[in-house]
């Protein structure tokens, strides 16, 4: 089964805010984090991902956060965009030589006008 | 650069009917290959994944199987599909270091009827 969960099902955002989208991984083991962004009817797109010797990295409008002690990641996005709106899930993949990746349930974002 | 293709985009199947959906991916060498499942408002279920031709994990007994006949080639069966496989099925592909992303075809939506 999957073995990386989220805290909330949906989000509701109103444009301009900050949007903050929560993740536990069950796996201690894992060592690398990504975020993912699923519109409707299409695959998944890299948002933006963090390797467990880091605590935080940002990209453009994104930062992404990572707590090992308590197994949790988080994706923010800053002046959240009705383009935003979409699905996001996270994914870890284990330690070495482990290729197993694992997504958590995901997350619905939507962006108010 | 590198592509993946992914097809049918959409596929209707009778209960009892064989499945394949075939997966390619080009501009890559040794590509670790996967097929998640994905139903309505849920998350991406890892089915198999392989490293190599011919070496396949399964993560989910179910009425499917995968093969790998080639290097970049990624093919999920079922010999009688059950309504229960419906859903949307995505393969994707990752270069062989553990820590980088995993990009994604644009899924075949298959319904079972």
């Known amino acids: 089964g999957e073995s990386v969960g989220l805290h909330l099902p949906t989000l509701s955002v109103q444009e301009g805010d900050n949007s903050i989208i929560n993740c536990a991984y069950s796996n201690s083991a894992s060592d690398y984090f990504i975020w993912y962004k699923q519109e409707s009817g299409k695959g998944p797109q890299f948002i933006i991902d963090i390797r467990s010797n880091m605590d935080k990295r940002q990209g453009q409008r994104v930062t992404v956060l990572l707590n090992k002690t308590v197994k949790h990641l988080s994706l923010q996005i800053a002046a959240t965009q009705p383009g935003d709106s979409a699905v996001y899930f996270c994914?870890?993949?284990?330690?070495?030589?482990?290729?197993?990746?694992?997504f958590g349930a995901g997350t619905t974002v939507t962006v108010r006008a | 650069s590198q592509t993946i293709h992914q097809w049918p985009a959409t596929l209707v199947q009778p209960v009892g009917s064989p499945l394949s959906l075939e997966c390619t991916v080009e501009?890559?060498?040794?590509?670790?290959l996967y097929w998640y499942r994905q139903a309505a408002g849920r998350g991406l279920q890892l089915l198999f994944y392989s490293v190599g031709i011919g070496q396949i994990s399964s993560e989910v007994p179910q009425n499917l199987s995968a093969s790998r006949p080639q290097d970049r080639q990624f093919i999920l069966s079922s010999k009688k599909l059950l309504l229960s496989d419906s859903g949307f099925y995505l393969c994707?592909?990752?270069?062989?270091?553990?820590?980088?992303?995993?990009?994604f075809g644009q899924g075949t939506r298959l319904t079972v009827v």
């Open positions: 994707a592909w990752t270069s062989i270091r553990v820590d980088t992303e995993a990009f």
């Open positions: 501009g890559t060498s040794n590509p670790n």
């Open positions: 994914a870890e993949k284990g330690g070495s030589n482990d290729y197993k990746l694992s």
